[in-house]
């Protein structure tokens, strides 16, 4: 039994030193491998770069097709991958100089002329480039007339038109020679006057102080009816009268026992297109507001108080005032 602690040491320590004996005669029977051989590369060497050769000159002189000389043509020049421009003088003369050996391909462009593209041969006597279309004349514009234009936006008595816009569009817009799109503000009496308008057919609209500079809500005519309203401008034209019918929806809003609703918003907007919304306004001290210059048309009424909604669609007919009595809206969480 006292071989045991022996044993327990010597057998790791045999296997160990079999396994570096079978390693050491594994290396031995092995060839060796070469030794790695590490040499510096041969020298990069470049071709010497060469400018291209110049030293070539180019004389010559443009031409009409008639024979003039053209002053103020430019000749643009390809010299290998260099590009040269030169002007001619009053003799139709140009020069190049230091240029690579031809031939050249070359541009002239002059005003009057097609531009032409050619190519230049290497000569030593001077070289004529006729430029083989002239432009006629530029065509001219039919002078267009222009009369004063004095007119009247017809509101009732007391009605403050002040920035009302009219806006007249031509009838055909797209020739060159139609006449221009104008506006004209109006004073509180709805009175307009522009000095010179070109004589031509237009297209009328009218829209209210907070929307000018846009196209919409035309006033002249009931909204969503289609129509359009149109005059044909002339000398010596009388006063042109454009009559609105323009409704008004008013109302008031009060509480539960009667007491008046201020600030509460009121905002209107056409009945299925909520991106055509007037000017949202506030209800005054007696809770009461009122939308006026309204075109014909179907409205949605909202009124905000509090955490109160209170929507109503509204018919509103040409020259309409519709009066809402007193809306009653119970404010949310009271006062």
Not at 87 to 103: H, N, S, V, Y
């Amino acid at each position: 039994m006292r071989l045991w602690p022996f044993l327990k040491l010597a057998i790791p320590l045999g296997t160990l030193a079999a396994l570096a004996l079978g390693y050491g005669i594994q290396r031995l029977a092995e060839e060796p491998e070469p030794p790695i051989n590490i040499q510096r590369p041969a020298p990069t060497t470049f071709r010497k770069l060469e400018p291209p050769p110049h030293g070539h000159k180019l004389l010559g002189q443009v031409t009409s097709p008639t024979g003039e000389a053209v002053d103020r043509a430019l000749v643009w020049v390809r010299s290998g991958e260099e590009g040269r421009g030169s002007w001619t003088d009053a003799l139709g003369a140009f020069r190049f100089d230091e240029l690579g050996p031809g031939p050249w391909q070359a541009k002239v462009v002059a005003q009057g002329f097609e531009p032409l593209s050619l190519e230049l041969a290497e000569s030593s006597t001077l070289q004529v480039v006729v430029l083989e279309k002239a432009y006629g004349p530029a065509p001219e514009l039919a002078k267009l007339e222009h009369a004063e234009l004095a007119g009247r936006i017809v509101v009732p008595a007391g009605f403050d038109a002040s920035g009302f816009e009219v806006v007249l569009q031509p009838g055909e817009p797209t020739r060159i020679d139609s006449a221009l799109p104008r506006r004209a503000a109006c004073d509180a009496q709805g009175a307009f006057k522009i000095d010179d308008l070109i004589v031509a057919h237009y297209e009328l609209r009218v829209l209210p102080a907070w929307a000018r500079g846009g196209t919409w809500p035309d006033l002249l005519v009931g909204v969503g009816d289609g129509a359009q309203h149109d005059f044909t401008h002339k000398q010596g034209a009388g006063e042109l009268l454009l009559r609105l019918a323009l409704g008004t929806i008013a109302g008031s809003l009060v509480e539960p026992d009667g007491a008046p609703i201020e600030g509460a918003l009121v905002e209107l907007e056409l009945a299925g297109d909520p991106g055509r919304i007037w000017l949202p306004q506030s209800t005054d001290a007696a809770g009461q507001f009122a939308l006026h210059a309204l075109p014909k048309a179907r409205y949605l009424l909202t009124l905000r108080a509090g955490g109160s909604t209170w929507k109503r669609e509204i018919e509103l007919g040409a020259s309409e005032d519709h009066q809402l009595g007193p809306i009653v809206v119970p404010l949310a969480g009271g006062r």
